[in-house]
């Protein structure tokens, strides 16, 4: 994912609004590139602000608040990313019992 495809999901970002697939890339770009981890603060700030207003409360630790959000993120990559492996785990595991089953079975009628 380059910058301007960066900046472009900064506003999706802070809606929680991206794909799995677009969070990932996101959150790789954010982490690498200080230019456009610099606009999601700015733009974390802002809306994060303006949030706070129209409810009346708030937090000071604006920065902290982002970091929450971003340690979130990267749990819920980890987590799709898991659960991945295991459907692929479980597939192959299905797959190989049910070759074993079918050479089994050839075995009986082989002997039978």
């Known amino acids: 994912m380059n910058c301007q495809e960066t900046q472009r999901l900064v506003m999706p970002y802070i809606q929680d609004e991206l794909t799995p697939e677009e969070l990932e890339g996101f959150l ?56 991945k492996i295991s459907c692929y785990a479980v597939n192959t595991l299905s797959g190989l019992g049910l070759v074993i089953t079918f050479l089994l079975q050839l075995r009986i009628w082989m002997i039978g």
Request: proline share 2%; charged share 35%.
């Open 28 to 83: 790789e770009h954010v982490e690498a590139c200080p230019d456009c981890r610099e606009e999601l603060e700015i733009y974390f700030t802002v809306a994060l602000g303006l949030r706070q207003l129209d409810e009346g409360s708030g937090s000071y630790n604006i920065k902290g608040e982002m970091e929450a959000s971003l340690e979130e993120s990267r749990r819920q990559v980890r987590m799709r990313r898991l659960l």
